[in-house]
DNA sequence: TGATAAACTCGACCGCATTCGAGATTTTAA
DNA sequence: TTAAAATCTCGAATGCGGTCGAGTTTATCA
């Protein structure tokens, strides 16, 4: 039989996965042993390792998973008739309250995508998903004039994307202290770069 | 004898700082072990825990140290005709240079300072001493008539520091790949700022 | 000064991520 | 079919961050 072991594999990966899900959510990372997860799992301990490098590697996957609810809603079209600077902050604001809804998980997740130990493609693409979906947000906003059309969208993402990194950190630094004060310094600082604050 | 404790204390201290920088420096952060550092302190392992919480901590004192050395070049008086564009480049590539100069330590140094366990005030001083470069570098704009008069500066500090860290995670996530393709991006993303990109 | 309190030190210990290596299982090929 | 090669499994061992608590040193004050 051919593909017997290629089956197993994958059984047992996914039971690794499930069971981390599982106590992830329950008790959170850095209480879940990785011989809870193998107990769970109703493998040895050592045997996790076969096929995940390391703990956050299982984290990721685990993220990977849970990001995918995000993604739903994020994706749902914004009101059209809604300045794009709303849409921006609208948008901005579901990921941020996702991020921050367990602040360790978010944590954790964001040392992790923003600061990997090695270039890692997992968090690449979860990334372009999301610039994906703000160029096509871009480009409406162009249709309908809010926006030039000579802007360089990617670079345009970057910025936004940057300036809701800068929330966070504010967030995690003590800075921000509630979903109001976030959404009102992303609303002062989204505004700065529609208007300028040059001469 | 009055400060006879307080003396020993002091240098005790002083020895757990020096063996780290020595160690963090040799060998880096991850392959020191406290261990290591008590024995080179001449001290026991525990002891090492009755003067730093944790080894973030250590590590983030080993930083203060480092750090002041990068003020030394981060206060000294930018040429003064330049745009002040040209000087937030400037000032922000000296940090970026510095952060990236070793990788392991920056990166390391990014997620503790960005997203630590808990809020730290060693990092809020930081931070303060930071914006209070750029505050100063704002107004010296403002009294030349680069920048209006009414602008926020703490948040416009906020701003260019937020892109600043977006140019940093591309950095770690493989997008920026050297020290002339994160100028590049940095002066177009400041531009945004400066002219707006609305219509 | 002496004795009680307060603070400091550190070897031993704990929990956990990760690795080792010996044995079990599956594949390959004749 | 079968036996050697390749792969997989997992209990045991390792190494490290962090804690405990008994013993030691210093401070306090009658």
New interface residues.
């Given amino acids: 039989m051919a593909g017997l072991r290629e089956q197993k594999k994958a059984e047992t990966r996914k039971a690794i996965i499930d069971s981390s899900i599982q106590l992830f959510t329950e008790k959170g990372f850095e209480k879940t042993s990785i011989e809870d997860i193998a107990k769970q799992a109703g493998i040895g301990k050592a045997t996790v390792y076969t096929y995940f490098a390391t703990k956050d590697d299982i984290f990721l996957t685990f993220c990977s998973e849970e990001l995918e609810d995000a993604f739903a809603t994020l994706q749902t079209p914004r009101k059209e008739d809604d300045r794009v600077l709303d849409q921006l902050v609208d948008f901005f604001m579901l990921k941020f309250k996702f991020v921050t809804k367990n602040s360790e998980f978010g ?1 954790q997740l ?2 992790e995508m ?4 090695k ?2 493609n997992k ?2 693409e979860h ?1 372009q998903r999301y610039f994906d979906i703000l160029e096509k947000l871009f480009k409406s906003a162009q249709d309908r ?4 059309p000579a ?2 969208l990617f ?2 993402s ?2 936004f ?3 809701y ?3 966070l ?2 967030w ?3 800075y921000v202290a509630s979903l109001e004060e976030a959404e009102e ?1 992303m609303r ?2 989204f505004g ?8």
């Fill in positions: 944590r964001l040392r923003l600061f990997p130990k270039v890692n968090v690449k990334n004039g809010e926006l030039p802007q360089d670079l345009l970057v910025h994307f940057s300036l990194l800068g929330v950190v504010g995690y630094g003590g310094a002062n600082l700065h770069v529609f208007m300028g604050v040059g001469l």
